[in-house]
Structures are given as C-alpha cells and as structure tokens.
C-alpha cells in the first residue's frame, strides 16, 4: 500500500510540474511571452535630513503579452524597505504602470543611500530588465546639519533604462 501512494503523489507532482510549464496558470496559454521592464526611477530629494520623505516615482513597462498582478519593490542599498502590488496587462493600451512610494528617513543614520525598484514576475522572458538602480545616491544628514560641499537640501535624480527614450516614459 505504501508504494502505491508514493506512486501516486509522484504521479500528482509530475501532473502539476507539466500544468505550470504548460502554461496552466496563465489560463492555458501556454506561449505568452511575458516581459515586465522597470523603465524608470525618479528620487527626490537626493539632499535631505533624517526624518525627511524621500518620494520616488517608477515606471514599469509591460513591453509583451499576458496579464497578471505583481509586486514592486522600492529597494534602498539592495534592500527592499516598500511594497506595491499593481496589474499589468488588462488592455493594450495598458503598456505603462507609474508607482509612487514614499521613504520616512526618520531613524537612518546619516550616509549615502543607493534607491533603485524592481519588479518580478514568473516567466519574464527578459529578467535582466526588472531592476533599476538610480546612479546618484541620496544623501542623508542629521537634522539641521549642512550638505557636503554647501549645497541645499532638495535636488532629484532621475535613471532611466537606456534601452527606452526619455520621451517613451514621458508619454
């Protein structure tokens, strides 16, 4: 008796493994070539206090087929800090998804913080496209402190994927 059920749970496995792969859970659409790409990040302030809001704005792309919802992250030094959930796909002309988040600095310790997003789904056929790092870091102070090399509080950052036109996001 007791082969018999290990035979049939490696028979239940194989059936789930074969209902993934062919494309079961995209509604048995099996060649859906499904590509998201973090187009761009804006970061502002790149100056600011501890205790200061950083916003920062993302663009994702959906550059192929498909449907779904996923989940952005807002990555501060690698490290995802916010969440969004959000859905791609429902029309054609749904091709560009703008996500805000919001970074409360109150408790970071002053330094140079690296933000960039990324967004994953299963079955991307472009993975490498999913993350975007801004260049320039944001700088943090403590409160009431003054930036290196005089300048003000404030400034912006924008990074965008240089395979997309600044004016394909603009749009």
Same mark, same amino acid.
């Given at each position: 008796?007791?082969?018999?059920?290990?035979?049939?749970w490696?028979?239940a496995?194989?059936?789930a493994?074969?209902?993934?792969?062919?494309?079961?859970v995209h509604?048995?659409?099996?060649?859906?070539? /499904?590509d998201?790409?973090?187009?761009q990040? *804006?970061?502002a302030?790149v100056?600011?206090?501890?205790?200061?809001? /950083?916003?920062?704005?993302?663009? /994702?792309g959906?550059?192929?087929?498909?449907?779904?919802? *996923?989940? +952005?992250?807002?990555l501060?030094n690698?490290k995802?800090?916010?969440r969004?959930? =959000?859905?791609?796909?429902?029309?054609?002309?749904?091709?560009?998804?703008?996500?805000?988040?919001?970074?409360?600095?109150?408790? /970071?310790?002053?330094?140079?913080?690296r933000?960039? +997003?990324? +967004?994953?789904?299963?079955?991307d056929?472009s993975?490498?496209?999913?993350r975007l790092?801004?260049?320039?870091?944001?700088?943090?102070?403590?409160p009431?402190?003054? =930036?290196?090399?005089?300048?003000?509080?404030?400034?912006?950052?924008?990074?965008?994927?240089?395979?997309?036109?600044?004016?394909?996001?603009?749009?």
């Amino acid at each position: 008796m007791r082969g018999s059920m290990r035979g049939v749970w490696i028979a239940a496995v194989f059936v789930a493994m074969v209902a993934v792969a062919g494309g079961a859970v995209h509604g048995g659409e099996p060649d859906l070539n /499904i590509d998201l790409a973090v187009r761009q990040v *804006t970061v502002a302030p790149v100056r600011a206090h501890a205790g200061d809001v /950083i916003r920062v704005d993302v663009v /994702i792309g959906n550059k192929a087929e498909g449907m779904g919802t *996923t989940a +952005a992250d807002l990555l501060v030094n690698g490290k995802s800090v916010s969440r969004q959930l =959000f859905s791609w796909g429902r029309s054609a002309g749904e091709r560009q998804h703008r996500l805000y988040f919001e970074w409360d600095t109150r408790g /970071i310790a002053p330094g140079e913080y690296r933000i960039g +997003a990324e +967004a994953f789904v299963w079955g991307d056929s472009s993975p490498f496209d999913n993350r975007l790092d801004v260049k320039q870091p944001v700088v943090i102070v403590p409160p009431g402190a003054g =930036f290196p090399g005089g300048e003000e509080a404030g400034g912006s950052a924008t990074e965008t994927d240089p395979r997309f036109g600044k004016s394909s996001v603009d749009g």
